[in-house]
């Protein structure tokens, strides 16, 4: 597993598992009704604008240990330069208006699964993590070099539009803005079945990538010991594939 660490209440946020936990910290009742403004918009409402991209081009991601795993976005500092996300986010939009920062935060929580998915745009090539987060890359499955620098493949960018996401909910939103002014609800790609219906995940890999296993009598797929290590390191080499796509890509239709 990706050593890219996780803290156990992000983890349970995610999980959607804090509905009866108590509360760690008071959240601004105007910032949660922002935040509820946003996600009770019907979906595709939204439009990707370039405040949007000059936040998105901030998230920070990290390892989701659920099940087989999948990178997220940080859920408690989502974005780069440091804990205070909503100063970082107002410097981003070169703005003093909080509301509008917590509102184009929350707004690019629910634009994410389309724009990795379609809407983001990005060539294959050697690409550099955020100094910030070299350290994060630091285990031998992250396809990072000891510069930082990390090699995008097309093999990347096909699974990552292939990700599965999951969205908070209503009812995870409302434990999500009990935590406190410090976490958001972010999206993340569902560790289980990250690229489609199979939980081996490499079966999926294999037919994105147009080399799907050979199958048995009673269709069960015969598994390769050398090629299940090589998908699930393409699979590991996803965090920092998403690390420089959310840092790198461009939309193909922003407005401003």
Known sequence: MPGNPITRRTLLLALAGLTVSPLRAIASPARDAIIQQVYAAPSGTLAYTGQHAALVRLLRVLWMPVES???????????????????????ALKTTDGALAIRRLAEVCRLLPHYVGSLGM?????????????????FPESGVDAQGG???????????????????????????????????????IDGKRPYGDASYYQIDIARLLGEAYPVDAKGYAVIDPVKDAR???????????LQVFLSYSTASKAKR
């Open 231 to 241: 998908l699930k390191r393409l699979h590991y080499e996803t965090l920092a594939a």
């Open 150 to 188: 990390f090699t995008l493949q097309p093999a990347h960018l096909t699974l990552l539009r292939a990700a599965v996401w999951r969205e908070v909910d209503a009812k995870s939103l409302q434990a999500v803005l009990r935590e406190g002014e410090r976490f958001w609800p972010m999206p993340y």
């Open 69 to 91: 795993g999948a990178p997220t976005v940080d859920f408690e500092q989502p974005l780069l330069g440091g804990a205070d996300t909503l100063a970082i986010a107002c410097k």
């Open 122 to 138: 990005m060539r294959p090539g050697r690409y550099a993590v955020p100094a910030e987060m070299k350290e994060a890359f630091d």
